[in-house]
């Protein structure tokens, strides 16, 4: 059964596991991706700084063209003090798992509900940490023939269930997927709650 909102959504994204999670919760919403340039690094060295920015920079990018609430977020790996962000093809892909195999990163979420209507706005960033079991060449290949890595953070869709090479070992497991939904949630009510002024 849907989860009726007071308000019409619109998700500032073509992320398929962000529209899963939203569908899967029962919310009802509009996509409408922001398409923005997202820096290869993060400025001031903060990573909370860096989703912070580009989840607000692409809701600002929606906002413009709707009139209801925009939902925004970016996710992005952290290791070593640098962003891991989307592989720019399969052998930038394989670099990143390669870097991950064995490891533990922080994968971050940046998060920005904006209210069109009086421009209030909730952000906030989220993290978790996933563990990578040691992978080898080849089994390095085998992922890299799945595409699954195409778009992500990270270079890897991480699997709800058994996933074979990743485990969430600390935080959220939507949060991985791309979006914090335990807290997308609170902040959904929050805005139900809250009229405009």
Not at 32 to 54: C, F, K, N, T, W
Not at 107 to 128: A, K, M, P
Request: charged share 20%; hydrophobic share 40%.
């Amino acid at each position: 059964m849907g989860k009726s909102l007071p308000f019409r959504l619109t998700l500032a994204s073509r992320s398929q596991g962000r529209r899963y999670l939203l569908e899967r919760a029962g919310y009802s919403f509009d996509v409408m991706p922001a398409d923005i340039d997202e820096p290869a690094q993060a400025r001031l060295g903060s990573i909370r700084h860096y989703v912070h920015e580009l989840a607000w920079l692409k809701a600002a990018a929606v906002a413009p063209k709707v009139s209801s609430v925009v939902l925004a977020a970016d996710t992005v790996g952290w290791l070593d003090g640098k962003v891991i962000g989307k592989p720019e093809d399969e052998n930038d892909a394989r670099r990143i798992l390669e870097s991950l195999s064995g490891r533990v990163h922080e994968l971050w979420t940046g998060v920005c509900l904006w209210r069109v209507g009086d421009g209030w706005q909730l952000c906030w960033q989220e993290v978790s940490l996933v563990h990578m079991r040691p992978l080898s060449n080849a089994e390095i290949s085998t992922y890299l023939a799945t595409r699954q890595w195409d778009g992500c953070s990270g270079a890897y869709a991480i699997q709800e269930e058994n996933d074979p090479y990743l485990t969430v070992v600390k935080g959220s497991m939507s949060n991985v997927i791309g979006l914090p939904m335990e807290s997308v949630e609170r902040a959904l009510a929050a805005f139900t709650q809250i009229g405009e002024h």
